[in-house]
């Protein structure tokens, strides 16, 4: 508590840019500018697919690297598959935008959450929203540990899970960066919000 408004003390006293820059650390280890690669070197994702896709592949995975190099990327996090928020708002937001990034010279809007990537399979073919975003799992929580977007919603029966966030990458670089104060908020991580900050 006493540390929380310590923070509070300094940002007030600082200027407004500078307080925004302040309260976005307070989210996550990245801001606009950081290389999303070098936070979160040597963890991979998992993309989404079936049990049998999985077996087949050897249970192979995407190193971060590989997603964001040398592409122009949006990517989303939300706390979990099968939700309220994620499932009605997040993922449609995206999902109904596509042809909009597409446009934009946008290579792939990509999904990803704290679960594994069959439930993330099964979830992305229940929204009909497969053929449009590249959905991944992030089965551990590594992805959003490093980047300090992990977020414990153990209250909810979630467990550790991710805050409510989308980001603009290009090349590894964050060219725009949006967290939601609360999971259940969906005020600026939503496709729409994004669209007008590439």
Not at 9 to 29: D, G, V, Y
């Amino acid at each position: 508590m006493a540390s929380a408004l310590a923070r509070a003390k300094r940002t007030c006293c600082l200027s407004s840019a500078a307080a925004t820059m302040a309260i976005r650390r307070t989210f996550a280890s990245v801001s606009v500018g950081s290389d999303i690669v070098s936070a979160a070197p040597n963890v991979a994702l998992q993309k989404a697919r079936t049990w049998d896709e999985g077996v087949s592949s050897n249970f192979s995975t995407m190193p971060v690297k590989e997603i964001f190099q040398g592409k122009k990327v949006v990517i989303f996090g939300l706390p979990g598959a099968y939700t309220g928020v994620c499932s009605t708002q997040h993922v449609p937001s995206y999902k109904n935008n596509i042809e909009k990034f597409k446009a934009k010279g946008i290579d792939s809007v990509i999904c990803v959450s704290v679960n594994d990537p069959y439930v993330m399979n099964g979830w992305a073919e229940k929204l009909q929203a497969k053929e449009a975003i590249e959905f991944y799992g992030d089965f551990d929580g590594t992805f959003h540990k490093s980047l300090e977007l992990d977020l414990d919603l153990s209250a909810a029966l979630l467990g550790h899970r991710s805050q409510r966030w989308s980001a603009y990458v290009d090349d590894g670089k964050i060219k725009a960066f949006n967290v939601e104060k609360v999971p259940s908020e969906f005020k600026v991580s939503g496709g729409e919000v994004i669209l007008g900050q590439i």
